[in-house]
């Protein structure tokens, strides 16, 4: 049991490349989301799914989009970078009727 | 002004120390609340989970929610130098459009020096 697993953990990108930040879970949990984590910030939200087909926004959801084919996984996509994406995004799932989530390990995401 | 509020530090304590970890908020409609423990280069990791007010005990942590002062609190008893991370509290509410988004404060850094 793996839990919650991101790839990659760390990437470096120029302004105006798009690039997919990968998460899955096998812990059969229908919900899934995604948060930045910037300094003096905490964790926002920005895209969160409750079941395979299902996905809505978040807090800070501009200049982001997500899919949920399957309940395993939950790609982000970065449309065009620019340099204010520069964070550390973290993945996170739980189980139904449960407010606690798990956290993935993170993605160190650098543009420049 | 953002819905929770948590002083950011740093925090230094000397081990063995009694630590006290706070977050005020703005939402009423807030019923869960939660402590995240996240080490350095590391993701959030569960702490303690309480539902509406009242008290928690797990170990040498104690979490205490009061609704009426929307302020939540987290104890640290004989603090440990492996204790030494961000604690992060953290809060959403109940159901329905609510559920799963959890709002967060801007995370406490903890040093517990030997």
């Known amino acids: 049991n793996a839990g919650v697993t991101q790839t990659p953990k760390f990437q470096v990108l120029k302004t105006g490349q798009s690039m997919t930040l990968q998460c899955a879970q096998d812990?059969?949990?229908?919900?899934m989301s995604w948060y930045r984590q910037d300094p003096g910030m905490g964790l926002r939200l920005i895209h969160y799914?409750?079941?395979?087909?299902?996905?809505d926004q978040g807090e800070v959801p501009n200049g982001y989009n997500v899919s949920r084919s399957t309940t395993e996984d939950f790609p982000l996509r970065l449309l065009s970078a620019a340099p204010s994406q520069t964070s550390v995004y973290f993945c996170?799932?739980?189980?139904?009727?449960?407010?606690?989530?798990?956290f993935g390990p993170g993605t160190r995401l650098l543009v420049l | 002004q953002k819905e929770v509020e948590q002083d950011p530090g740093p925090l230094s304590v000397p081990e063995g120390a009694i630590v006290s970890l706070n977050c005020t908020y703005s939402?009423?409609?807030?019923?869960?609340f939660m402590w995240y423990r996240q080490y350095s280069r590391k993701g959030p990791e569960l702490l303690m989970y309480?539902?509406?007010?009242g008290n928690k005990e797990d170990g040498r942590f104690t979490a205490q929610v009061d609704k009426s002062s929307k302020y939540i609190s987290l104890f640290i008893r004989d603090s440990q130098p492996s204790d030494s991370a961000t604690y992060l509290c953290?809060?959403?509410?109940?159901?329905?459009?609510?559920?799963?988004?959890?709002?967060f404060g801007q995370g406490t850094i903890l040093t517990v020096h030997p």
């Open positions: 996170a799932s739980s189980p139904p009727g449960r407010e606690t989530q798990y």
């Open positions: 812990m059969n949990h229908e919900y």
């Open positions: 799914s409750v079941g395979a087909g299902i996905t």
């Open positions: 939402n009423s409609a807030f019923q869960y």
């Open positions: 309480t539902y509406s007010s």
């Open positions: 953290a809060m959403s509410g109940s159901g329905g459009t609510s559920y799963g988004k959890l709002t």
